[in-house]
């Protein structure tokens, strides 16, 4: 079964610096990867979206990679801002299923 | 992105009673819809697939006459959880992908938060 991890799980930084959220799964046979962001007491919001064939996406601030072999997968934030304060969530999509990971908690501090 | 809806966002009720909660993709036809039942500061649980027109496929441990998954069309799909406790209470959030299947993106709906007294 798939299993997906997500360090740290919690995270604080000042407004401005650019910060780097890792996910992790240990079965690499996947279709893609998604990354996701909620806010507290709402739905998921998807972010990216990876193809197993690709290696990396970008969306204005972020930045997901994506090394399939290593079973890995990264979501750069540039310029942190107070609004990106929420809680991150990856996705490993195999077929029909996805796991989810446990989300890192991210607090941009003004 | 494309759009989910869920409705409502938010139900108590008392114990024994059922709640129905529906989702629908608003802007296009969702072929697989999935149920997901999230306790406070975890993760995401999945507890059931449904794909139009047949039965649903529950997640081992989760009881399929407790909750009771309809997916009659493409963009409407309906959790009902049956006889509610206070255990039962809890965030619930659908989601559904669209035609392109295996590699299509997931969209989630908003959650419904339901709360047994």
């Known amino acids: 079964k798939q299993e997906v991890t997500q360090i740290p799980a919690a995270l604080s930084v000042p407004e401005g610096e650019n910060l780097v959220l890792n996910c992790s799964f240990t079965?690499?046979?996947?279709?893609?990867l998604q990354w996701f962001r909620q806010d507290p007491g709402k739905g998921l919001t998807s972010l990216l979206l990876?193809?197993?064939?690709?290696r990396e996406q970008t969306s204005g601030r972020l930045n997901a990679s994506l090394d399939k072999s290593s079973g890995r997968s990264t979501l750069y934030i540039a310029a942190s801002q107070p609004g990106d304060s929420a809680t991150y969530l990856c996705?490993?999509?195999?077929?029909?299923?996805?796991?989810f990971g446990t989300g890192t908690s991210l607090t941009v501090i003004p | 992105g494309a759009v989910v809806s869920q409705h409502p966002s938010w139900v108590i009720c008392k114990s024994g009673t059922s709640v129905k909660i529906e989702c629908r993709s608003l802007?296009?036809?969702?072929?697989?819809m999935f149920w997901y039942r999230q306790f406070p500061k975890q993760s995401l649980m999945l507890m059931a697939t449904?794909?139009?027109?047949?039965?649903?496929?529950?997640e081992q441990g989760v009881e399929k006459d407790k909750f009771l998954i309809n997916h009659a069309s493409l963009t409407l799909s309906t959790l009902t959880v049956t006889s509610a406790h206070p255990e039962d209470s809890s965030f619930y959030i659908c989601?559904?992908?669209?035609?392109?299947?295996?590699?299509?993106?997931?969209?989630f709906g908003e959650g419904s938060r339901l709360t047994v007294l």
């Open positions: 449904s794909n139009e027109g047949s039965k649903a496929t529950y």
């Open positions: 802007d296009f036809q969702a072929t697989t």
């Open positions: 990876i193809q197993s064939s690709q």
């Open positions: 996705a490993v999509g195999t077929g029909n299923q996805f796991y």
């Open positions: 079965d690499s046979a996947i279709y893609n």
């Open positions: 989601s559904a992908r669209g035609e392109r299947a295996v590699t299509g993106e997931l969209f």
